[in-house]
């Protein structure tokens, strides 16, 4: 694992604070038997995973759905800082109003 990467993921969804809460960190189980996270903490999970994996495309439908709009500005400031670190990119998010 790189742990250096692991960080930088971590603090560009606003992880910490949510690990810093959680019994065991990022230990700690999630899911039915373990501790249930909102739907904003499980939005952050799903985008630090992808932006984890280093891909060459990112495919994201409406990451920010989940989140307010205070916290959906903070995220896609920090993701578009973190994302000239990968070697080419083209992002292009856009909601579906109805």
């Known amino acids: 694992m790189d742990q250096v ?4 993921v971590l603090n560009s969804c606003s ?4 690990l810093d ?3 065991l960190g ?6 039915e038997r373990g501790v249930h996270l909102s739907g904003g ?3 952050r999970v799903q985008l630090a995973r992808a932006l984890y994996k280093n891909a060459d495309i ?3 439908d409406d990451p920010f759905s989940a989140v307010d709009a205070h916290t959906a500005a903070s995220l896609f400031n920090m993701i578009t800082d ?3 670190t990968l070697p080419v990119q083209v ?8």
């Open 41 to 43: 903490q499980k939005q």
């Open 82 to 84: 973190f994302l000239p």
């Open 26 to 31: 990022d230990l700690t189980e999630i899911g």
């Open 21 to 23: 809460m959680l019994p």
């Open 15 to 18: 992880l910490l604070k949510d």
């Open 58 to 60: 990112y495919l994201l």
């Open 91 to 98: 992002m292009i998010i856009f909601p579906c109003g109805n």
């Open 5 to 8: 990467r692991y960080e930088e």
